[in-house]
C-alpha cells in the first residue's frame, strides 16, 4: 500500500520560510518523480514544483520561481519542498504527489500523478 505523508506545514510570518516534507512508502521511490501542489480555498489545486527521479531535472511554476526549491533523498523515500520569501498568497494545502515513470520528466499536471497525500496545511499571515 502506496502512503505518502507530508509534514512541516504551519503559520508563518510573510518574508519567512518553512521546508515541507513527503515521506513516501509501499514504493520503490527512485522509480517516481515527485511533485507539489497546492490548493488554497475557494481555487482548484495547482502545480507548485517537480523533480524527476534522480533529482536531476526540476520544474516549478511561475509564481514561485526563485522562491521555492524541490529536492529529494532517494535513501530516506523522502521528498521535500524548501519555501522562502513566503507571501500570503502561499496559504494553501500543499500535496505531495508520485507518478511512476522511467525519464526523468517532471509532470506539471494532477492526471499525471498516481499517488497523494493528505496534505499539510501552510498559513502564511501579512
Known amino acids: 500500500q502506496v502512503q505518502l505523508v507530508e509534514s512541516g506545514g504551519g503559520l508563518v510570518q510573510a518574508g519567512g520560510s518553512l521546508r515541507l516534507s513527503c515521506a513516501a512508502s509501499g514504493l520503490t521511490f527512485s522509480r517516481y518523480a515527485m511533485g507539489w501542489f497546492r490548493q488554497a480555498p475557494g481555487k482548484e489545486r495547482e502545480f507548485v514544483a517537480a523533480i524527476s527521479w534522480s533529482g536531476g531535472n526540476t520544474d516549478y511554476a511561475d509564481s514561485v520561481k526563485g522562491r521555492f526549491s524541490i529536492s529529494r533523498d532517494n535513501s530516506k523515500n523522502t521528498v521535500f519542498l524548501q519555501m522562502n520569501s513566503l507571501k500570503s498568497e502561499d496559504t494553501a494545502v500543499y500535496y505531495c504527489?508520485?507518478?511512476?515513470?522511467?525519464?526523468?520528466?517532471?509532470?506539471?499536471?494532477?492526471?499525471?500523478?498516481?499517488?497523494w497525500g493528505q496534505g499539510t496545511q501552510v498559513t502564511v499571515s501579512s
Open positions: 504527489a508520485a507518478t511512476h515513470t522511467f525519464s526523468l520528466a517532471t509532470p506539471s499536471t494532477e492526471y499525471e500523478y498516481d499517488y
